[in-house]
């Protein structure tokens, strides 16, 4: 059926637009339907008037177009389809940038005018009529109204508190198990085995104490320069908030806007640290927030004086004695030391008379006396600038201290226990030193080599023998000048002095001392590890001869046959003084190169170890292992106690019956004369090849001692000998820097050459002197008599008694005085005259069958002794 057309525009009987298909209000995207603006004589779809229409009737559906559904009579459609309309230019309502326009007709200009119907191009071209003078600019449709801004910053600031308070309910305040490294880092003391006497302090400078031990002056200071409203705010401060985190963004330095909490925080709890950063502030500030509902003011300002820099020192005990004095505390500064330190917590680098410190300073007690003026008011009128004392410049490891430090030091790590942690743990390390018996052990090697160059090294050990304690030793002068530790880092042959464990392995084998042994030649005549010719003596002693005689004129001939007569053989010499406590790769690593030069102290060893090793014969065949830590304690309990494990080496009765032949060196032997007068003492001497190292180990009931001695000379790749600097040849010439010369490419490199004399020399008289020092007023202790266990074992037959001359007898008149040493009964200390080879045309020649140098390898040229001598020579 056709449509009833209406009229058109000028016709009789128009009366405003035609209006909009109804499908045009369905071509939405839940916009509001686009509608037609009726000019000012037109009223509205709701409207009608007396020339309204009649409704349209539905057009027919043309292939491809959608069918429109005829709106019914007073029903809304599609959302907004049936709202009310209102005519002319009030009408204020967008469009939706969705409209979809499905009408045939010309589209409609959307500009908004106040003129008349907006009908079909005008005259002003194909576009529609010219834009009215009142009619709004392209540009500003792109401006969004007031109530979208308004709309958008609250949509905006909702989300914003919204995420707030997520990050807000999901930080979590750390627990003390998560504070930073440094935070509460105490460095430790060690101490000498009083316990009350410091050696030397380790580490960071801070000592924890709880809220009550510090004075209110110093809590009033901080909380007044650093936050006035620490007691009031709730852990953050808005306007200094803002302000750091205005200067944060900027890329400048965060000046003086955090709280105290804030800086509690910052410093004292991990994953947060001074990076400027906006993640890093926010995360301080929740945290802030949350410490100030979860902990005390006072628990806040106690953790943060405990744990900030004031320079000298972290926290507020160590920077009160670092700055005023020994004795002086946080408990019991002044008013104006109170303010000093709170002045110097802005800036630790200050110097202790910084002016800019000072100025701070009379800031702080403005502040205080503004804050509470009844309480300070008056005083800080009145409060002069503190005295502070001179800044400790002495270094912790200077002289002797660093010696025992290292020590110290290289045995916890040993526990497990590392350097990182004894710095920063607040540890008491009481150590085993004897203040007393370290200097004694200085004098007596000072007063014995001072007069000699810097060639000349000594390392001095002493270990109480029944606890393995080392209380006392001699490392150098200077730790700082030379750092080498000789009696624990020089590791040379022991020479003779290491014999006295073969007989502790004979007497272990059930042997005895009353055995005889070979004096002039091995028995077997071949044994291992000898150089050509065999072993040998530096004097006759016969050809046989007891074991003690041989102990006391330190024979090696006898010492070899007796290693070689053990049930394991070398192998059973070596496994006593592992467990002795010596070096396992050492000793076996010597076994295998010197064969039975092992028997006569071939193999490298160190003071502390001779010294330790001899225990076994002072405190009845029990070791315990040498140690220089007596206990560690924490907060007044031991942490780590005092590792003192004993083991059984040999029985009591083989340490007397060693002691027996020991006891005879002092009396008749190599060190004849030089034992400690009416105190019971017994001991070893030993002298390598050439004389390049020489050793006295000696002990009493109560003390084991061993004294080393070598000597180095520096020489130049032309052979030039340049003397050492601080004990060490030096690298540069002068040891200045040079193009040159450098630590791999040394100016010159150290020999070891003769020291000139034996081990019944310098070290035995270095040895006598420390012990009549150490054992000043001690009670002199006896040793166990013998015991005489074991069955003799003769590798030797025992020789046949000489018969005494008598008087009258006219073979005495051409006796040689020395023909009956080495045999029973023993010479008499008159008869101690070195028997002269008539081979060697009236010199000595000391030791060269089955010695070894310094290096470790077999001896080369003897060293010709001239003579006469008044003490016997060294065998080796």
């Known amino acids: 059926m056709p449509q009833e057309i209406s009229p058109q525009t000028g016709e009789a009987g128009w009366s405003g637009p035609p209006q909009r298909r109804p499908e045009a209000a369905y071509e939405q995207t839940g916009a509001m339907a686009a509608q037609p603006y009726p000019g000012p004589q037109q009223p509205g779809p709701q409207q009608p008037g007396p020339q309204q229409p009649a409704p349209r009737a539905p057009e027919p559906r043309e292939p491809g177009r959608r069918q429109a559904v005829p709106r019914e009579p007073g029903r809304r459609q599609s959302g907004r389809e049936g709202a009310p309309r209102t005519g002319g230019d009030n ?86 198990s998560d504070t930073q490294a440094g935070a509460i880092a105490q460095g430790s003391t060690v101490y000498y085995a009083d316990g009350k006497h410091i050696i030397a302090k380790l580490g960071t400078p801070r000592k924890i104490i709880r809220y009550d031990q510090m004075s209110q002056e110093l809590k009033d200071a901080t909380v007044a320069i650093e936050n006035d409203t620490f007691y009031e705010d709730s852990g953050i401060s808005i306007s200094g908030m803002a302000r750091s985190l205005y200067m944060t963004a900027t890329g400048q330095q965060l000046q003086g806007a955090s709280t105290i909490t804030q800086q509690m925080a910052r410093g004292y709890y991990g994953g947060l640290s001074s990076e400027v950063s906006i993640k890093r502030k926010v995360s301080e500030i929740f945290i ?53 330190l709170a002045a110097h917590i802005q800036t630790p680098s200050w110097g202790s008379e910084d002016p800019a410190l000072k100025y701070r300073w009379q800031t702080v007690l403005t502040y205080m006396g503004k804050q509470w003026p009844d309480k300070y008011g008056a005083a800080v009128k009145t409060a002069k600038w503190p005295k502070i004392r001179k800044a400790n410049t002495d270094d912790a490891m200077a002289g002797i201290n660093g010696y025992m430090v290292e020590a110290v030091k290289r045995e916890l790590q040993a526990r497990g226990i590392t350097e990182d942690v004894i710095e920063s743990s607040g540890y008491k390390i009481i150590t085993t030193f004897d203040m007393k018996l370290m200097q004694a052990a200085q004098t007596a090697v000072r007063g014995a080599t001072g007069n000699m160059s810097k060639e000349f090294h000594t390392s001095l050990a002493a270990v109480d023998p029944k606890y393995g304690r080392v209380v006392a030793f001699y490392g150098g002068t200077d730790y700082l000048k030379d750092p080498w530790n000789e009696p624990f880092d020089s590791a040379k042959q022991a020479a003779s002095a290491f014999k006295p464990y073969v007989l502790a392995a004979w007497l272990k084998a059930g042997k005895s001392i009353n055995s005889y042994v070979p004096g002039n030649v091995t028995v077997p005549k071949e044994l291992p590890g000898q150089q050509p010719g065999g072993f040998k003596n530096s004097h006759s002693v016969g050809a046989s001869i007891d074991v003690v005689k041989a102990t006391a004129q330190s024979v090696n001939t006898a010492y070899v046959s007796m290693a070689f007569a053990l049930p394991d053989k070398i192998d059973d010499v070596k496994s006593l003084v592992e467990a002795a406590g010596f070096s396992e790769k050492r000793m076996d690593d010597d076994v295998k190169a010197h064969g039975y030069g092992f028997a006569i102290g071939s193999a490298p060893v160190t003071a502390v170890e001779q010294a330790a090793g001899y225990s076994i014969f002072a405190n009845a065949g029990k070791y315990t292992k040498y140690h220089v830590v007596k206990e560690i304690r924490l907060n007044g309990q031991v942490a780590y106690p005092e590792q003192k494990a004993v083991k059984n080496v040999i029985s ?37 090849n050439e004389e390049k190292e020489a050793w006295f180990v000696g002990y009493t009931p109560q003390l084991s001692t061993a004294v080393g001695m070598y000597r180095e000379v520096c020489k130049t790749k032309k052979g030039k000998i340049i003397q050492p600097i601080n004990s060490n040849c030096p690298n540069t010439p002068g040891g200045k820097p040079h193009k040159r010369y450098n630590i791999n490419n040394p100016y010159t490199r150290a020999y070891e050459t003769t020291l000139g004399f034996e081990g019944a020399d310098t070290p035995t008289t270095i040895w006598r002197a420390f012990m009549t020092a150490a054992l000043e007023n001690k009670p002199v202790e006896q040793f166990p008599g013998r015991s005489d266990i074991g069955q003799p074992d003769n590798i030797v037959p025992s020789p046949t008694p000489t018969p005494t001359p008598t008087e009258d007898d006219p073979s005495l008149d051409n006796q040689d005085p020395n023909a009956n040493c080495g045999v029973v009964p023993p010479c008499t200390d008159d008869d101690q005259i070195i028997t002269v080879d008539p081979n060697e045309n009236g010199t000595q020649q000391q030791d060269d069958g089955g010695g070894f140098d310094g290096r470790g390898s077999q001896g080369a040229n003897p060293v010709m002794i001239p003579q006469p001598t008044t003490t016997r020579r060294e065998d080796w």
């Open 91 to 176: 009408d204020t309502r967008a469009r939706s940038n969705q409209e979809t326009m499905v009408s045939d007709a010309p589209r409609r200009a959307r500009g908004r005018g106040s003129g008349g119907p907006q009908g079909p191009s005008g005259p002003g071209g194909p576009e529609g009529p010219e834009r009215p003078e009142n009619e709004r600019p392209k540009w500003r449709r792109f401006i969004p109204s007031w109530k979208i801004v308004m709309a958008s910053m609250t949509v905006l600031a909702a989300g914003i508190f919204g995420m707030i308070a997520v990050v807000y309910v999901n930080t979590t305040v750390p627990d003390d």
């Open 288 to 340: 802030a927030v949350k410490l100030n509902q979860t902990k005390s003011k006072e628990d806040i300002l106690k953790t943060y004086l405990n744990t900030v820099n004031f320079g000298r020192a972290y926290g507020v005990e160590a920077a009160a004695e670092a700055y005023f004095g020994k004795g002086k505390k946080a408990s019991n500064l002044t008013l104006s030391q109170a303010a000093y």
């Open 652 to 688: 009591p009765e083989a340490a007397a019956d060693a002691t027996v032949a020991m006891e005879e060196v002092l009396k008749s032997g190599t060190a004849r004369g030089k034992g400690l007068g009416n105190r019971p003492a017994a001991g070893k001497t030993g002298t390598n």
